[in-house]
């Protein structure tokens, strides 16, 4: 009653603020009602779905890597393994081999012989009169004999006091006599320690051999 035309403004305001909300209201009601009739049109076409089967294929696929990472540790760690002990046993058997063949060299060279392994274990270079050459630009006559007396050093080297039996077949063929002769005393030195077995058509080849017993086949 003290100022009823401030109330009635005040009434109508709220009015306004009272519509306006309810409008709103219906509008937010209306996105909602979009939205969910989207979600649910999207939830049809298998998007749900979709990304369950999309969360399966990432497990699955998490799980194969782990697997796969896991056995590549273990061939790699497999690998390094027998890659360590091979090339612990080849420097074992380096030197030893290394020296039995320059030991055994000297009979048919002389005192500057010496020959260098590769990781094989085959005679990679040798060395005469100050001169290394690769195994491979020798000539032939050279291959064979450096060949032969890699198989000697490894047959001595077997055992200290009894080296395996060695056969020969039809070697030394591109020898010059000189040769010849220093690998007859070789192969009557290395005879101490391992039986050898030469066979051949040409005896004379092997006349140099001291203690030689010639079986002659019929």
Same mark, same amino acid.
């Given at each position: ?12 305001? #709220?009015?306004?603020?009272? +519509? ?17 009739? =989207? ?5 049809? =076409?298998?998007? @749900? ?20 990472? #896991? ?35 000297? @009979? ?9 392994? !590769? ?5 990679? &270079? ?5 001169? &290394? ?22 047959? +001595?080297?077997?055992?200290? !006091? !009894? ?8 070697? +030394? ?18 005879? =101490? ?8 058509? &040409?005896?004379?080849?092997? =006349? ?11």
């Amino acid at each position: 009653s003290a100022n009823p035309e401030l109330v009635r403004q005040l009434a109508s305001n #709220a009015n306004k603020a009272e +519509l306006a909300s309810a409008q709103r209201l219906r509008a937010a009601e209306d996105e909602l009602r979009d939205v969910a009739a =989207r979600l649910e049109l999207q939830g049809e =076409r298998g998007l @749900f779905d979709a990304r369950e089967n999309a969360l399966s294929r990432l497990e699955h696929v998490q799980r194969d890597h782990r697997s796969l990472t #896991a056995r590549a540790a273990a061939a790699r760690l497999l690998f390094e393994t027998f890659r360590d002990a091979r090339d612990d046993s080849r420097r074992a058997y380096q030197a030893p081999l290394r020296d039995k063949i320059v030991s055994l060299g000297r @009979f048919v060279f002389d005192e500057t012989f010496g020959v260098e392994l !590769d990781e094989d274990l085959a005679i990679g &270079t040798r060395t005469l009169g100050g001169v &290394t050459l690769p195994f491979d630009s020798l000539s032939v006559g050279a291959q064979e004999q450096l060949s032969l007396i890699a198989r000697l050093a490894c047959a +001595l080297l077997v055992s200290q !006091d !009894d080296g395996v039996p060695l056969i020969l077949d039809d070697t +030394l063929g591109h020898c010059d006599p000189a040769r010849l002769e220093g690998m007859g005393a070789l192969l009557s030195f290395a005879a =101490r320690w391992c039986q050898i077995i030469v066979l051949t058509c &040409t005896y004379t080849r092997f =006349r140099h051999v001291g203690d030689a017993k010639l079986v002659t086949l019929q």
